[in-house]
């Protein structure tokens, strides 16, 4: 036998073992189960009594974006993600919003997740009361006149225990 025969043979092998992976591979994608579509994304939850502290980085929130400002909803969440907030949705407010300046909606106007949200914002940024959230945590509205961020306390005292709720961790893929 010599070097050329002993190297095509060598060679073949390896695609051969190439191809029967591949089909391998291919075969067990083929046959896996698809994910569920309708299945609700994972919380993770976690009840903060009365009378302790609620910190940003037990507070999911959602940013939307009611001026003509292109990108200002995705910067003004990663500015807050700075400040230890946990992510939530970001976009477009809903057709027909106005707000001025920023506003907080929250399904309950004394949440303490929501009034720290708020307080980001200053001392005068309103929580309003919506029944029907845009996103997960409360929502920030910003409006055509809405600033950048203010100093403002990383945490607040909670009055009545609470169960405060973030989407889980994705695991890396």
């Not at 993600?81 to 106007?109: H, L």
Request: aromatic content about 6%.
């Amino acid at each position: 036998m010599t070097a050329r025969m002993i190297t095509s043979v060598v060679t073949l092998m390896v695609l051969v073992a190439l191809v029967i992976g591949g089909v391998y591979y291919g075969f067990r994608e083929l046959t896996a189960p698809f994910p569920s579509l309708n299945s609700e994304p994972e919380q993770v939850c976690e009840t903060v009594p009365g009378g302790s502290q609620l910190s940003t980085d037990q507070v999911v929130v959602s940013v939307y974006n009611a001026s003509d400002r292109s990108g200002f909803a995705s910067t003004t969440l990663t500015r807050l993600e700075r400040r230890g907030f946990q992510p939530g949705s970001v976009g477009n407010a809903p057709t027909g919003t106005s707000v001025r300046r920023v506003e907080v909606w929250a399904q309950d106007v004394d949440d303490p997740a929501a009034q720290l949200v708020a307080r980001q914002f200053g001392r005068r940024t309103e929580v309003v009361q919506k029944t029907e959230p845009l996103g997960p945590g409360p929502d920030v509205v910003l409006g055509p006149r809405a600033r950048k961020l203010k100093k403002a306390p990383r945490q607040i005292t909670v009055d009545e225990t609470r169960t405060e709720c973030r989407p889980a961790e994705s695991p890396a893929p």
